[in-house]
């Protein structure tokens, strides 16, 4: 296990780096050639055009005003500024919230570090229990490796000491004020999402209704029988709806015309700056080879011959019937409307007829909505498999990387690079720095795959499959990196000891050694909590890709604008880190309380940080109002229940029989408190209350008496291609609007004049 003095190393080298990073970024960030790489949020509000300039030629590159230099770290101030009502208008309520989660970090573990340095601390280290591990009948020394700073955990009390009673009252502590600062957040979080939800403008999502498993009639194409549907069943509210269509290849043809207008573009500026010979591009293998043609004229027929290709196939899918998927966006006339639609069941068959709520129109991921409705459960119990596989074969590189923490097992199972490992400040890098590097490094492509099979699972918005995505990464940090790192750590390496150990001797060595592998996660902490942040400000592979894209790459004022992506806050891979330390917090807390200042550490950093990207680099891509905050709220009180078995394990391990049982009461009260939240606060997530429809609708109403739905949800909800050269013309929305005919037109008899009667209505 690693020392006090490789704990220090560690903590020094990731601590130079951090600081090496925001110098380095408070440096880069001022100076102008790199103005659209920190500052790229603003340009896409169109609330800034060019980077700060004075002086010469010189200063459109270089920040040649030294007393910038002096204030160069004003942007933690700035950062902290803004209040959160502005925050929100600036960035919405999604960045706002997940901001609130490193808050909600602070006010849980500052307090209980408080108290267990005052607290636990002395009573752990008071102690002998590890020294008296020597002396006992069992060799628990050839089993458990240990040092100094282990001194501090529950591992030093001896077996059946009272002390274990103080352990037992933090986790009562630990508890009730976690449970206490969880429902406070909720309810403060339920309340700014309603206030949210009722200031907010006029969204298309607010009316619409996603319809899906839409059922074939032999009488009536779908569009009729959508039309039909709800003129029939929801004849006072019903408006129109748009069709979905699987636009595979036209999205292909649309990217393919974006590419050749662009080069089309690059040819007409390269002309327009010699103004002598036109530019001439080769037909053959890359352009390097081949007959030569006028590079306007080739580009000018590529376009003219795409775009009437698109024309062709967006008529094709308006005027076909083999394009059109059983699903449909369905728009209301009222919020109303609306939230009756979304949240009752529409048919007798509750297969058929499925209606949601629809996502904002940038936050739909069309590529899933063509999948035929009966293959997603047949898709899901595939990944479900793919999943489990995954978690299971990536135990490997957890106890690889648990063999670096081990010391003894790199010099048994790599003899020549004893010499080098006996060194002191190569052995204090290897145990203080490099497993949470290794373990760092593995975690890498895992939020792509894992995204890629929310994907495949046919989830329909951008924010449903972040939180699928989120979901299972979390799930896959707690069995492999948290009882991974367990498990791989107490047993794998010291498999040949515990073979020749009896059972209740496994359970005590397992029972000294979790605690112990406390000095792993700091490891952990430090270099994916405290070096990890302070890069992503650094911002050092979007800064390189946008000056190697600005110099090979741009030429265009459009190449200019896509060269950089500022990126999301990153929910899918962002709020699963933060639920580990999360869990780690809680779980150490009454078992060794040295990671509570890193952790604590690791939220106040990240705070600050995310804060700025937020303001200054962060292009949210959709809108959910803080829909994730019941899965933050669980997995909280997830990790508050692991905690508390953990240490209801660990206690019976060490002979705590009389203090033990009343930790049964625990976990029933926190699943009770986790029941009472859900049924007072998660509806305001879940479903829109009649009563706010309507005041939103009336407001609405007695403001704009004239406006016109229609026009103003007209392509709302078509594919992105069909949108691309078409011009909307909203001021339609004022037009006066259009009365529904009272009588519904159908293409079959009435139910009453027929012998079969309509399944659909």
């Known amino acids: 296990m690693a020392t006090i003095n490789e704990i220090g190393v560690a903590a020094a080298i990731n601590i130079v780096t951090s600081i090496a990073f925001l110098i380095a970024f408070a440096i880069l960030r001022i100076q102008p050639v790199n103005d659209r790489v920190y500052f790229p949020k603003w340009y896409l509000k169109g609330l800034r055009t060019s980077s700060i300039q004075t002086g010469g030629f010189g200063s459109k590159f270089i920040n040649l005003d030294f007393r910038s230099y002096v204030r160069f770290l004003?942007?933690?101030?700035?950062?902290?500024?803004?209040?959160?009502?502005?925050?929100?208008?600036?960035?919405?309520?999604?960045?706002?919230?997940?901001?609130?989660?490193?808050?909600?970090?602070?006010?849980?573990?500052?307090?209980?570090?408080?108290?267990?340095?005052?607290?636990?601390?002395?009573?752990?280290?008071?102690?002998?229990?590890?020294?008296?591990?020597?002396?006992?009948?069992?060799?628990?020394?050839?089993?458990?490796?240990?040092?100094?700073?282990?001194?501090?955990?529950?591992?030093?009390?001896?077996?059946?000491?009272?002390?274990?009673?103080?352990?037992?009252?933090?986790?009562?502590?630990?508890?009730?004020?976690?449970?206490?600062?969880?429902?406070?957040?909720?309810?403060?979080?339920?309340?700014?999402?309603?206030?949210?939800?009722?200031?907010d403008e006029r969204r298309p999502n607010q009316f619409t209704v996603l319809v899906r498993n839409i059922p074939v009639d032999p009488h009536e194409s779908i569009c009729e029988l959508v039309e039909h549907f709800f003129k029939v069943n929801h004849p006072d509210h019903y408006l129109t709806f748009q069709a979905v269509h699987d636009a595979t290849k036209l999205s292909e043809l649309v990217q393919t015309r974006k590419q050749m207008q662009n080069l089309l573009d690059y040819n007409i500026n390269k002309h327009m700056r010699t103004l002598t010979k036109r530019p001439v591009i080769k037909m053959g293998f890359l352009g390097c080879c081949g007959e030569e043609v006028d590079g306007i004229k080739y580009y000018t027929s590529m376009v003219e011959s795409l775009t009437r290709e698109i024309t062709e196939e967006k008529h094709r899918l308006r005027t076909g019937t083999k394009s059109i998927v059983p699903a449909a966006f369905v728009s209301f006339k009222s919020r109303w409307g609306a939230a009756v639609c979304a949240q009752t069941q529409q048919s007798r068959d509750p297969t058929e007829w499925l209606t949601e709520w629809a996502a904002e129109p940038c936050d739909i991921y069309y590529d899933n909505l063509a999948l035929p409705y009966v293959d997603l459960k047949i898709r899901r119990i595939i990944v479900a498999v793919a999943y489990f596989f995954l978690t299971f074969f990536f135990m490997i590189p957890i106890a690889f990387v648990q063999s670096l923490a081990n010391i003894e097992g790199i010099e048994k199972n790599f003899p020549f690079l004893k010499p080098l490992i006996e060194v002191k400040f190569f052995k204090s890098i290897i145990q203080g720095f490099l497993p949470g590097i290794a373990l760092k490094i593995f975690l890498m492509l895992l939020p792509r795959i894992l995204m890629q099979m929310s994907k495949f699972e046919g989830f329909i918005s951008t924010s449903s499959l972040e939180r699928r995505a989120a979901s299972r990464f979390y799930m896959f940090q707690f069995i492999n990196v948290f009882l991974g790192s367990i498990v791989?750590?107490?047993?794998?390496?010291?498999?040949?000891?515990?073979?020749?150990?009896?059972?209740?001797?496994?359970?005590?060595?397992?029972?000294?050694?979790?605690?112990?592998?406390?000095?792993?996660?700091?490891?952990?902490?430090?270099?994916?909590?405290?070096?990890?942040?302070?890069g992503e400000i650094l911002r050092l592979k979007p800064l390189i890709i946008y000056h190697l894209k600005n110099s090979f790459l741009v030429r265009t004022e459009k190449d200019r604008e896509e060269a950089t992506d500022p990126g999301t806050i990153g929910f899918n891979t962002g709020e699963p880190q933060i639920q580990l330390y999360f869990l780690l917090g809680l779980v150490y807390a009454a078992v060794s309380p040295i990671l509570l200042p890193f952790i604590i550490l690791f939220f106040a950093l990240a705070y600050v940080v995310y804060r700025h990207q937020v303001i200054n680099v962060y292009n949210q891509k959709y809108e959910s109002a803080g829909k994730f905050w019941p899965d933050v709220h669980r997995r909280v009180v997830t990790a508050l229940i692991v905690s508390q078995l953990l240490l209801m394990g660990l206690l019976s391990t060490k002979g705590a029989h009389k203090s033990t049982p009343l930790l049964l009461v625990l976990p029933v009260l926190t699943i009770g408190f986790h029941i009472h939240c859900k049924c007072r606060y998660q509806s305001a997530f879940v479903t829109y209350s009649l009563k706010e429809a309507t005041i939103k609708d009336t407001l609405e109403r007695t403001r704009e008496p004239n406006l016109n739905l229609k026009a103003f949800f007209r392509n709302a909800y078509a594919h992105p291609e069909f949108r691309v050269g078409e011009n909307l013309d909203l001021e339609m929305a004022m037009e006066k609007p259009d009365k529904l005919p009272e009588l519904v037109a159908t293409k079959r008899g009435s139910w009453r004049n027929t012998s079969l009667p309509s399944k659909h209505i």
């Not at 030093?156 to 630990?174: K, Q």
């Not at 750590?489 to 073979?499: D, K, P, V």
């Open 74 to 199: 004003n942007w933690m101030p700035e950062a902290l500024k803004m209040p959160e009502p502005e925050l929100v208008d600036h960035a919405g309520l999604d960045s706002v919230v997940y901001l609130r989660i490193y808050l909600l970090g602070l006010k849980i573990f500052f307090p209980i570090a408080c108290v267990a340095f005052t607290t636990m601390v002395p009573v752990n280290w008071t102690n002998k229990g590890l020294d008296g591990l020597k002396h006992s009948n069992i060799s628990y020394s050839d089993i458990i490796s240990y040092s100094d700073i282990d001194k501090l955990s529950l591992s030093n009390i001896p077996n059946g000491s009272d002390r274990f009673w103080v352990h037992l009252c933090m986790a009562y502590a630990i508890t009730f004020w976690t449970c206490f600062m969880l429902k406070r957040e909720y309810q403060n979080i339920a309340l700014m999402r309603l206030q949210f939800l009722a200031n």
């Open 488 to 534: 791989t750590g107490t047993a794998f390496q010291q498999l040949n000891s515990f073979l020749n150990q009896s059972a209740n001797d496994i359970a005590k060595t397992i029972g000294v050694s979790i605690p112990i592998k406390a000095t792993f996660f700091v490891t952990y902490i430090m270099v994916d909590g405290w070096a990890g942040v302070a």
